[in-house]
């Protein structure tokens, strides 16, 4: 489907907004670590940037602390094509923050350090179903349910029934357990279009373990149209009820494997909004992937579709 340009926005991010803290110097361990860099991040919010590299019009609905950190996500947003009228700090609350280990580059270590009840959760349904209904596509994670008001806002958004993608974001800092994401996953699969989820989330979502064909029809089973499985440094492959396709993953020398991920969703969404073929929309998120990888940032990494296109072909 073609980009619907009676909506304000082609896409809407929706969860939470942190500040990165990666070490000044790459491949310290923490106890050697003098000094760290911020970065604007955090999984939707990094996708809502790689689609605005991507030149999609793109909002963010998210939350900080009410802190020192509230400006600098505004700011980085906003100088990143982002519009932010539903960006907001929550009073006495803190902005999280995400502590990275980059000593191994293809996998680092992520510790958060958030409050018990984080600024995000305090997405209200009104508003995430207003934002949902000025786009043509909605960008949710599974995290945005695992505690309300942020789920029963997602909820309400999903009833809008405008085209929705679900990043299945596993994060087990953010749910009692896994069995918890997996039973609420059930109730919300069914009402979105496509799923995204790399092969650990797709078999918590679903309860079972399998290939990643095997776990991508099992999604497609759920009710979702489009199943998106990403295999690392194997690429990714998608299913629909015409079959399977397999895109390989670019060459890169990875320097930090955070982020990939949300690039790759960046380019899923601008591939369905502007009407894409799947294996384009597939090879050319792969390449935002790799991309991303051979760099050091998250959002300040996103690539432009120029970028894009110049190694995806």
Not at 89 to 98: E, I, K
Not at 162 to 191: E, G, I, M, N
Request: proline share 6%; aromatic share 8%; with cysteine.
């Amino acid at each position: 489907m073609p980009r619907q340009t009676a909506n304000t926005f082609d896409l809407v991010t929706a969860g939470r907004a942190v500040v990165d803290l990666y070490p000044g110097q790459d491949g310290l361990a923490p106890k050697d670590v003098l000094s760290y860099t911020q970065f604007l991040g955090g999984s939707p919010t990094n996708v809502a940037v790689a689609a605005a590299r991507a030149g999609l019009r793109t909002a963010a609905v998210t939350r900080t602390g009410d802190d020192l950190f509230h400006q600098f996500v505004v700011a980085r947003l906003e100088a990143y094509g982002v519009d932010t009228r539903w960006v907001r700090a929550v009073a006495d609350t803190r902005t999280t923050l995400a502590v990275a280990d980059l000593q191994e580059p293809h996998a680092p270590a992520l510790q958060f350090f958030r409050d018990p009840r984080p600024p995000e959760n305090d997405i209200y349904p009104d508003e995430l179903a207003a934002a949902a209904a000025s786009a043509d596509t909605l960008w949710l994670t599974a995290s945005g349910f695992a505690a309300d008001p942020s789920a029963a806002a997602h909820a309400a958004a999903l009833r809008e029934r405008r085209r929705c993608l679900l990043d299945l974001d596993y994060r087990p800092a953010f749910w009692a357990d896994a069995r918890d994401f997996h039973l609420r996953l059930r109730s919300v699969l069914p009402h979105v279009d496509t799923v995204i989820g790399n092969e650990q989330e797709c078999a918590l979502a679903l309860g079972s373990s399998g290939t990643p064909t095997e776990l991508a029809r099992r999604l497609l089973a759920q009710g979702p149209a489009l199943a998106i499985v990403k295999l690392g440094a194997d690429g990714a492959l998608a299913a629909t009820s015409a079959g399977v396709i397999r895109q390989p993953a670019f060459r890169a020398e990875v320097v930090n494997g955070l982020g990939a991920g949300d690039a790759f969703g960046g380019f899923i969404a601008k591939g369905l909004i502007e009407g894409w073929p799947l294996e384009r929309s597939l090879r050319f998120a792969c390449a935002a992937g790799s991309i991303v990888a051979s760099r050091r940032g998250c959002s300040d990494a996103m690539p432009t579709e120029t970028e894009v296109a110049g190694l995806a072909g």
